[in-house]
């Protein structure tokens, strides 16, 4: 697990990396980050705000690069169209950093903004920036970065549940259970499959998936059934062979490190 000084060094050596390219307008500390962070669960909002989409890729791209050799157990990208890039990385000790190049032209304010750096030519009034929600992140996610998400939100739900957060890990179980569903369904039939259906699946799966479910609202319950859910992946994962011996092992060892901390 992380130390609340490591998180820090990482955030300014974040900023700094991105105050050395003059595509870089803005730099933005977006939710928890503006105020110290909620906790130690917390995770790291970061916005770098440029002029164009193409700026965007560009800067993407050389961040991208410079976080794949730090070798992250999670780094899965998502673009959305026309306004931002946005990469999620997790590392080894389970820091969370969530950074997105966005073009200015097309965000909308919101609240909890704090300005961490600005070019001298940047106005401020032209500032908008819109939050995306979780459900419209699953929509943006191709076929094969299913697993690599579901790991994400596995993620989710261990630091909500370590929080007392029952709520918020249920809505990211529902996700999980639903790329759960995806996955199994895209190798077995070939197709995605967009709800359970009894008839579809067999014995193994339709046990397994059941016990994803509970409705005790504990932190005992809770950690009972990531766990479980966390080890149906990993057996669809390598029962299926859907990704490499390599990338099998690296989910491992998420899981295992996940499971530190909950001892």
Do not use: W
């Not at 500390?29 to 705000?49: A, E, P, R």
């Not at 859910?229 to 989910?251: A, G, Q």
Request: net charge positive.
């Amino acid at each position: 697990m992380y130390t609340v000084k490591e998180r820090k060094k990482k955030m300014n050596d974040i900023i700094d990396y991105f105050k050395t390219f003059s595509e870089a307008k803005a730099i933005l500390l977006l939710g928890s980050t503006t105020y110290g962070f909620k906790d130690i669960y917390s995770d790291m909002d970061i916005s770098v705000i440029v002029d164009s989409i193409e700026d965007a890729r560009k800067l993407f791209k050389l961040f991208k690069n410079k976080i794949e050799n730090e070798k992250p157990l999670i780094l899965a990208d998502i673009y959305f169209k026309e306004s931002h890039y946005l990469l999620v990385c997790v590392f080894d000790n389970l820091l969370e950093i969530n950074v997105s190049i966005a073009n200015r032209q097309v965000f909308k304010i919101r609240q909890r903004v704090k300005l961490a750096y600005h070019t001298k030519d940047f106005d401020v009034n032209y500032l908008e920036v819109k939050e995306q929600k979780i459900n419209d992140l699953v929509s943006y996610i191709k076929e094969k970065e299913y697993i690599e998400h579901s790991v994400y939100f596995m993620k989710h739900v261990l630091f909500l549940t370590l929080r007392n957060d029952f709520m918020n890990a249920s809505g990211y179980m529902a996700n999980i259970r639903e790329l759960l569903i995806k996955i199994y369904g895209l190798k077995t039939f070939g197709k995605l499959v967009d709800k359970f259906d009894k008839s579809l699946f067999d014995d193994d799966f339709k046990l397994n998936y059941q016990k994803t479910y509970t409705n005790q609202f504990n932190q005992k319950a809770f950690l009972k059934i990531f766990d479980h859910t966390f080890l149906l992946l990993l057996d669809i994962i390598n029962d299926e062979k859907i990704c490499s011996n390599e990338d099998y092992k690296r989910y491992h060892k998420i899981y295992q490190s996940m499971k530190r901390v909950i001892k």
